[in-house]
């Protein structure tokens, strides 16, 4: 487990504002690693035993379809807590998903 990324993964999800998502391409493209998606996907299954908390119901793919949601229990969950920061969802995927949209290149200012 590479945990100094999963570290800098979850560093960035906690930027991630309420009401807003993001996608594990997104994350992996300003971490200067855009070919590795896959293992930020990977970062986020473990993201509940992060500390302090990682909102990881805020990272969908590319699509803003919910493919993360079988890490929460239930799998319902994600969608519960995406619906309480006002973010719709239907058939498992964001509407509006351009719109809400966080890109982690363009928000994040050091």
Known sequence: ??????????EIVRLIPKGR???????AK???AAKSSRMVGHA????????PVVPAHRVVNSSGL????????PPELMEELLA???VKVKDD???????IFWNPMEEITE
């Open 66 to 73: 919910l493919t993360g949601k079988f890490h929460f229990s």
């Open 93 to 99: 995927k964001v509407l509006n998903f351009r719109q």
């Open 21 to 27: 998502v993001t996608s594990y391409g997104a994350i």
């Open 84 to 86: 309480k920061e006002g």
């Open 44 to 51: 986020m299954s473990y993201a509940g035993t992060a500390h």
């Open 1 to 10: 487990m590479n945990t100094n990324f999963y570290e800098q993964v979850y």
């Open 30 to 32: 300003s971490l200067g």
